[in-house]
């Protein structure tokens, strides 16, 4: 299996753009994660979906932040305005039924907002 | 949620015994332990989980004493390439997604293994 897919690897745009980040999750795996990394704050988890479902969003830092997963291999992140403080290495991860706390995580997004 | 306390950072030296101990005071009778790797520049990697007393694979020893309020991962013969930060989360993983399980990675410690 290729793993965790993320795509794109590095994203640069400016204040105001609409930014969405794309994951394709294990074949298999039911379970799917979007974290957002900072220098400041760590790694936080900004919601989950369980088979297509969000389950939990409460880490989603506001509403300019929406998650979608529309089937069971690919989910997408969208920033809509997006600004500088949004910048983060963002990372989508999966999971195997009944193993939530074994995930495999992707090789991450980098975004950067000017 | 039962919150986790673990040092911020850490240093060693090539072909040392490393040990992480993380507390988790308010640890649910139903919480598993889990630990993290993670490598500059990529995603964190699963490397062990327990319950109670010891478990060891390829990669690490988790040891958990009788009252599991804390756990220690134990790195042996550490290398250069063990520079990584280390994630200890604890959660009830029977529940899942669709459950109240909610993996919280934190800061993490950052170990620096050197020459």
């Known amino acids: 299996d290729a793993g965790v897919i993320q795509s794109p690897r590095h994203e640069v745009t400016e204040m105001g753009q609409e930014v969405t980040l794309r994951c394709k999750p294990i074949?298999?795996?039911?379970?799917l994660f979007w974290y957002r990394q900072t220098m400041m704050r760590g790694l936080e988890l900004l919601i989950y979906?369980?088979?297509?479902?969000?389950?939990?969003d409460s880490g989603m830092p506001e509403d300019r932040f929406s998650a979608k997963m529309p089937n069971a291999s690919f989910s997408t992140l969208k920033i809509q305005p997006s600004e500088p403080r949004d910048s983060a290495v963002y990372f989508c991860?999966?999971?195997?039924?009944?193993?939530?706390?074994?995930?495999?995580f992707g090789p991450g997004t980098r975004l950067t907002v000017t | 949620l039962a919150k986790t306390t673990q040092p911020i950072s850490m240093d060693s030296y090539e072909g040392q015994e490393v040990n992480i101990t993380c507390s988790h005071n308010?640890?649910?009778?139903?919480?598993?332990i889990t630990w993290y790797q993670q490598f500059p520049s990529q995603g964190p990697r699963f490397i062990i989980q327990?319950?109670?007393t010891k478990v060891t694979n390829e990669v690490a020893s988790l040891f958990i004493p009788a009252d599991r309020k804390s756990s220690t991962l134990s790195l042996p013969r550490v290398s250069l390439s063990d520079t990584a930060v280390y994630y200890c989360?604890?959660?009830?993983?029977?529940?899942?997604?669709?459950?109240?399980?909610?993996?919280?990675f934190g800061r993490g410690t950052s170990l620096i293994v050197h020459p």
């Open positions: 989360l604890v959660g009830d993983p029977g529940m899942g997604p669709g459950g109240s399980y909610i993996p919280t």
């Open positions: 308010n640890i649910a009778t139903n919480d598993y």
């Open positions: 327990g319950y109670k």
């Open positions: 074949s298999g795996h039911n379970s």
């Open positions: 979906f369980n088979n297509n479902v969000p389950i939990d």
């Open positions: 991860a999966s999971s195997s039924p009944g193993v939530a706390y074994e995930q495999y």
